[in-house]
């Protein structure tokens, strides 16, 4: 068994054993797999032990890697902040889009995705608990936002994403990401719909899964340590 097959299982049965605490159906909450920084070989490693869904925070890199995996059925999903010059890369090469925070950034995204694809698959970004370095729409303008965006020809609005300031626990990193499940259970019950709730990293995704995260993004506890960019 490589380690990249190991680390997979093990994290399986972390997301398994978080599910059966909070009382959550495992099938509920996908994994996606964050192989930036990591080499064609890693992702087909992982894909190799059952993994399908990847993130990538690079436009370029991922796209170059990509290239390279075109023989594998890979469902890629950007979760690193959009510029405006980047959109046709996201909106031509990848099936999600965790990270719009901006109406401007939506409308290229829309326009650019070729007719020949499916819609993208959007998630609003929300800066949840005001973090200076953290991007992503405040709280408080985060209904108009998906509003304008689930009315956007090409994408697909599917929900929320969050990345908050790292909590020095199970508790207060529950409460944090339970803001964000409170901005989307306003928004379904707004009519939008959602049924994806992007949160939860290696560290948090226990905390993250207790607030109803249905997709943690899991890059170190699969791969190992990656080199600071």
């Known amino acids: 068994m490589t380690m990249i097959e190991r680390n997979l299982q093990q994290l399986r049965t972390r997301i398994a054993t978080a599910c059966q605490a909070s009382g959550r159906n495992v099938q509920d909450v996908a994994l996606l797999a964050v192989s930036k920084t990591f080499g064609p070989e890693a992702v087909r490693e992982a894909f190799a032990a059952g993994q399908r869904a990847f993130g990538e925070n690079y436009i370029q890199e991922a796209v170059e890697k990509m290239a390279l995996l075109a023989d594998l059925p890979i469902e890629w999903h950007c979760i690193g902040p959009i510029q405006s010059n980047k959109t046709r890369g996201v909106a031509t090469h990848f099936a999600w889009a965790h990270t719009v925070d901006r109406l401007k950034i939506a409308e290229r995204l829309s326009a650019q995705r070729p007719p020949e694809l499916p819609p993208l698959q959007v998630c609003i970004r929300v800066n949840v608990d005001g973090g200076a370095n953290k991007s992503g729409v405040a709280p408080g303008e985060a209904l ?5 965006v689930a009315s956007l020809p090409r994408l697909r609005l599917r929900g929320l994403m969050a990345i908050p300031e790292h909590a020095p626990d199970f508790e207060a990193a529950r409460a944090v990401h339970m803001r964000a499940r ?15 709730l992007s949160l939860g990293m290696s560290a948090d995704l226990e905390a993250a899964i207790a607030a109803g995260s249905t997709m943690v993004r899991v890059g170190t506890a699969i791969f190992g340590l990656r080199d600071v960019r």
Request: aromatic content about 4%.
């Open 144 to 148: 108009a936002l998906a509003r304008a």
């Open 182 to 196: 409170a901005i989307f259970d306003h928004m379904n019950a707004a009519g939008l719909g959602l049924d994806t």
